[in-house]
């Protein structure tokens, strides 16, 4: 006959772990509590170190630990004590004629796999730290949590040690303690399951990649992912969302600290990380903003200036103030008191960079719901992409700067005189940035700074028209609430009614892919476009080309393509 058992007190233990943080409290604690405590190798050893009573496994089993510590708890006197379902009176009969004594408690944490791989470390020691006692006897107790109390999370010792005095952990939580188990030795088998499908699978390669070797993906690739947080909506508001980490993942903006500011929104982190995207395509102090993940203004400080990250803001917020209102703005560098002090009378969402000058923190504390966010130290780009489609996941090579056709120097000079150094600095900057934009992308700049940028159209004719129009538009007045907040910052340069720059005029042009017609380098040469840089190989090559030399204009070709469909 089955019965359900509430409260399970704690009468044994069994602790096994290779993180001994907060070890000494726990054990004193169970001591205390009147808990017989039992335990592998450098655990025992720790535990006995600090006084208190502890029995060692090989005591246990009768078998010495051995081969270095692979076989400790590999035997039925351990699994049987870990297995036995005490709602079952034959378990219990099993257990009394066996000589068996069951655990109600299993404290373990498994060998660092994951770190190991990050170190760097060579193949064997990896394989070393692939734990087998530790994840058997986790899923052993997390299976049988109607009897058995299963942790693994040293951060919840204090709650051990208050359970062990109250009689126990009730049903519920060891319930809860079980899914978190099994979670954790998910995520690490997955760990291991990835590295050795990289290390030892069939792997497929692919060809076509230029600029770099022809990248390997394994037969299978896992993610494990943990909630940090529940968000309040999605996208939209009828939408449920929440924020997961990827423990294995090289830190991002899912682990940026909000120094100040409301929670962060689904579409404050989908829009930072675009503007990040951008930002840190830079060497040089730069600055991208960014409204519903596309760039309103991407700038590099200009060299020599007194305060670059104020500078390239400045740049960057004159392409295009109007969208800036309500933007999410990435710096590649501490945002300085100077830059500070040219956001703060700008509404915007949220400010992310690696770090804040002391000054800039006092400036912007003015602005109470403006999130601030810093980057986490060791912050880095992935290298592999993943997209969710319907039924699966695409993967890919991040699209980082890396094809030789990145390079100005293994640009061809396609149509015009060779571009001069300012104009080669200026295309250079334009070929970076319009890889930020979604496709088809073109894209204006002058001084290192976009002026126009027509994106996510469905043809190149229609950017071309965009790009030319709001670089020749967004400095003229604007009417309305947008406006006196712009106009109070002073963040429009040229605001003259009617009189609008025509910005277009002596900047420089990159688009993303090539030009499939002349129509759209036309629009370009007529807004008076000095030189353009694009990939070429469209089979109207030569009908572009002929378009720029007619019109006396530079072009380059790249041989790259930077194609962004978010």
């Known amino acids: 006959m089955s019965i359900t058992l509430d409260h399970v007190p704690f009468k044994r233990a069994l602790?096994?772990?290779?993180?001994?943080?907060?070890?000494?409290?726990?054990?004193?604690?169970?001591?205390?509590?009147?808990?017989?405590?039992?335990?592998t190798?450098?655990?025992?050893?720790?535990?006995?170190?600090?006084g208190v009573p502890v029995t060692e496994v090989s005591e246990v089993t009768g078998f010495q630990e051995c081969l270095d510590g692979r076989v400790k708890t590999l035997h039925p006197r351990v699994h049987a004590g870990i297995l036995a379902d005490r709602r079952r009176e034959d378990h219990a009969a099993q257990l009394r004629d066996l000589d068996v004594a069951p655990f109600d408690l299993v404290v373990v944490n498994l060998y660092p796999f994951v770190d190991t791989v990050a170190s760097g470390a060579a193949q064997d020691e990896v394989i070393e730290q692939i734990d087998i006692g530790g994840p058997s006897m986790v899923r052993a107790?997390?299976?049988?949590?109607?009897?058995?109390?299963?942790?693994?999370?040293?951060?919840?010792?204090?709650?051990?040690?208050?359970?062990?005095?109250?009689?126990?952990?009730?049903?519920?939580?060891?319930?809860?303690?079980?899914?978190?188990?099994?979670?954790?030795?998910?995520?690490?088998?997955?760990?291991?399951a990835a590295w050795t499908a990289a290390q030892f699978g069939d792997i497929e390669e692919t060809d076509g990649a230029e600029g770099a070797a022809a990248p390997a993906f394994p037969p299978y690739a896992g993610v494990s992912l943990e909630r940090a947080e529940s968000l309040r909506y999605g996208e939209n508001p009828h939408q449920h969302a929440a924020l997961?980490?990827?423990?294995?993942?090289?830190?991002?903006?899912?682990?940026?600290?909000?120094?100040?500011?409301?929670?962060m929104s689904y579409n404050n982190y989908a829009d930072a990380d675009a503007a990040?995207?951008?930002?840190?395509?830079?060497?040089?102090?730069?600055?991208?903003?960014?409204?519903?993940?596309?760039?309103?203004?991407?700038?590099?400080?200009?060299?020599?200036?007194?305060d670059p990250l104020a500078d390239a803001h400045r740049k960057a917020h004159a392409c295009d103030p109007v969208s800036a209102f309500g933007g999410v703005i990435a710096a590649n560098r501490e945002v300085t008191a100077g830059m500070a002090a040219t956001v703060k009378d700008i509404f915007t969402e949220v400010i992310i960079a690696p770090g804040f000058?002391?000054?800039?923190?006092?400036?912007?504390?003015?602005?109470?719901?403006?999130?601030?966010?810093?980057?986490?130290?060791?912050?880095?780009?992935?290298?592999?992409?993943?997209?969710?489609?319907?039924?699966?996941?695409?993967?890919?090579?991040?699209?980082?700067?890396?094809?030789?056709?990145?390079?100005?120097?293994?640009?061809?000079?396609?149509?015009?005189?060779?571009a001069d150094e300012a104009t080669l600095r200026d295309l250079s900057f334009a070929w970076r940035a319009v890889r930020a934009a979604k496709s088809n992308a073109v894209l204006l700049a002058n001084d290192a700074a976009t002026v126009g940028i027509g994106m996510g159209q469905v043809n190149r004719l229609d950017s071309c028209r965009l790009a030319v129009e709001?670089?020749?538009?967004?400095?003229?007045?604007?009417?309305?609430?947008?406006?006196?907040?712009?106009?109070?910052?002073?963040?429009?340069?040229?605001?003259?009614?009617?009189?609008?720059?025509?910005?277009?005029?002596?900047?420089?042009?990159?688009?993303?892919?090539?030009?499939?017609?002349?129509?759209?380098?036309?629009?370009?040469?007529?807004?008076?476009?000095?030189?353009?840089?694009?990939?070429?190989?469209?089979?109207?090559?030569?009908?572009?080309?002929?378009?720029?030399?007619?019109?006396?204009?530079?072009?380059?070709?790249?041989?790259?393509?930077?194609?962004?469909?978010?």
């Not at 010792?157 to 126990?168: P, R």
């Not at 980490?245 to 090289?250: G, K, L, Q, T, Y």
């Not at 830190?251 to 120094?259: K, R, Y």
């Not at 596309?294 to 200036?305: F, K, L, Q, R, Y």
Request: charged fraction near 20%.
């Open 15 to 39: 602790i096994s772990v290779y993180d001994k943080t907060g070890l000494e409290p726990l054990a004193r604690g169970l001591h205390e509590a009147g808990v017989e405590l039992v335990s």
């Open 357 to 418: 000058s002391a000054e800039a923190l006092e400036i912007l504390s003015a602005k109470k719901n403006l999130r601030l966010l810093r980057l986490p130290d060791g912050f880095a780009q992935d290298d592999v992409e993943y997209k969710q489609i319907s039924g699966g996941m695409l993967l890919q090579t991040r699209d980082a700067l890396n094809a030789a056709g990145d390079q100005p120097a293994n640009w061809t000079l396609a149509a015009g005189a060779a």
């Open 141 to 192: 107790a997390a299976k049988n949590h109607p009897s058995v109390a299963i942790v693994v999370d040293p951060t919840r010792y204090d709650d051990v040690v208050t359970a062990a005095q109250q009689g126990g952990f009730s049903l519920k939580t060891r319930q809860r303690l079980a899914s978190l188990a099994f979670a954790h030795t998910a995520a690490y088998d997955n760990a291991v």
């Open 41 to 50: 190798g450098s655990t025992a050893k720790r535990i006995a170190d600090a």
């Open 470 to 566: 709001r670089a020749n538009t967004l400095g003229a007045a604007q009417t309305g609430s947008q406006s006196a907040e712009i106009t109070s910052a002073g963040g429009a340069e040229n605001v003259s009614g009617a009189g609008a720059p025509e910005r277009a005029r002596g900047a420089v042009a990159a688009s993303d892919a090539f030009f499939p017609f002349a129509d759209g380098l036309q629009i370009l040469i007529d807004a008076g476009v000095r030189a353009v840089v694009q990939p070429g190989g469209s089979i109207r090559d030569e009908e572009v080309v002929a378009a720029a030399e007619a019109a006396g204009i530079t072009m380059y070709f790249t041989g790259a393509r930077h194609f962004f469909h978010g």
């Open 276 to 306: 990040l995207r951008a930002a840190y395509d830079f060497a040089d102090p730069a600055v991208a903003i960014i409204k519903h993940a596309n760039p309103c203004g991407v700038a590099v400080a200009t060299p020599g200036a007194e």
């Open 244 to 263: 997961y980490v990827e423990a294995a993942a090289a830190p991002g903006i899912a682990q940026a600290e909000l120094l100040q500011g409301k929670p």
